[in-house]
């Protein structure tokens, strides 16, 4: 076994490997990219997504007010490499990921005129900007419940106009850019319960001319989760109903997330101070890992034909949301650790997508 140097130099790229199966992604916090980053997004991706700069929160903190100087960057970035950009994203259906200029009216909740007035100016002006470099839209972000008898989540857009305001925000966005690719973006769509909602809104959508393209499955998956079932249970489904994927923002967390939001929140002084890898992952830790992300690989290839693009979130270990989220630990969710060099994950995803390399290659 060579250096872990000697190993990046040899390794093959991502997006060479899966040819064209399905294209292979990442999502970007691009503030700060250093030369190593920038040689590893060249040469192993071919579509990218910006983590936040294109968000309503960034684009238009108060109404009227635009600020793009780091979206722009950021096309500006991609562009410079020949890589094809998503835009993400134009509606994010969560009160507090929202500005509250939008779905405020003087001391109450918006109406729903004025609500859909202001998401189809910002929605306008954001995919006016940028239609001749992004490729992709994700159109609406997050508007489905985790649980309960609804399909949408309680929010500002889902009180006043039920889910018409999805149908308008994907009719103003293919009216700004109709040559791009629109996609209903949500996390967790893969498990039993919410997949039902996810089907009751793709349908009710369809029904109604809404053109949405791809379903956008974020994939924040973790260690030992019974994802890889439950995703192909999904496919199915989806594969039935002639739905396009992107599995749109994958990582597999190594330090289990979910008591977080157990129990109402019991849990959480317990687990805020839980840093277990805080001096590095275990060995035995990244092969679990690498299994699953192997194990979710080959699936992802038994439904090529329905999977369009593959994208990470975020570009190695030292960069994830989720060394941040729901609380401050080292986490090692991704293919490449801190140092950028690839990871046991890396060479099981290019087991799969090349099972004729040698160990040469």
């Not at 250096?3 to 970007?28: D, E, H, W």
Request: glycine residues 6%.
């Amino acid at each position: 076994m060579g250096s872990a140097q000697g190993q990046s130099n040899r390794v093959v790229s991502l997006r060479q490997a899966a040819g064209t199966r399905f294209q292979i992604g990442v999502g970007l916090n691009h503030a700060g990219l250093n030369e190593a980053d920038q040689q590893l997004i060249q040469k192993q991706f071919s579509v990218l997504t910006p983590e936040n700069c294109m968000k309503p929160q960034a684009t238009q903190p108060q109404e009227g007010q635009f600020r793009f100087a780091e979206a722009d960057q950021f096309v500006a970035f991609a562009r410079a490499n020949g890589q094809q950009i998503v835009g993400h994203c134009l509606v994010w259906a969560k009160d507090d990921r929202t500005p509250e200029w939008m779905t405020r009216e003087g001391d109450g909740l918006v109406s729903a005129e004025t609500l859909l007035k202001r998401m189809e100016a910002h929605i306008e002006a954001v995919v006016s900007r940028y239609a001749d470099a992004v490729s992709e839209w994700d159109v609406v972000n997050e508007a489905i419940a985790d649980s309960g008898d609804q399909v949408l989540r309680d929010s500002a857009f889902s009180r006043t106009c039920g889910e018409h305001f999805i149908l308008r925000a994907f009719q103003v966005a293919k009216k700004c850019d109709p040559t791009a690719t629109f996609i209903y973006n949500d996390y967790n769509t893969h498990s039993p319960d919410k997949r039902g909602r996810m089907v009751k809104l793709l349908k009710s959508l369809k029904a109604q001319g809404t053109p949405v393209d791809v379903l956008g499955m974020q994939g924040h998956f973790e260690l030992g989760d019974n994802s890889v079932k439950e995703l192909r249970d999904t496919f199915e489904v989806l594969r039935r109903m002639n739905v396009k994927v992107v599995v749109s923002e994958l990582d597999i967390d190594v330090i289990p997330r979910g008591r977080w939001w157990a129990d109402n929140g019991k849990h959480r002084e317990e687990l805020s101070q839980l840093n277990p890898y805080r001096d590095g992952c275990p060995q035995y830790i990244l092969e679990q890992q690498a299994s699953q992300y192997k194990a979710l690989f080959q699936l992802f290839v038994d439904y090529d034909d329905i999977i369009t693009r593959v994208s990470f979130w975020n570009l190695h270990d030292g960069a994830s949301w989720l060394n941040d989220f729901p609380w401050k630990r080292s986490n090692y969710p991704l293919l490449f650790d801190r140092d950028r060099q690839p990871k046991p994950s890396f060479a099981a995803v290019m087991k799969v997508l090349r099972p004729a390399q040698t160990e040469k290659d």
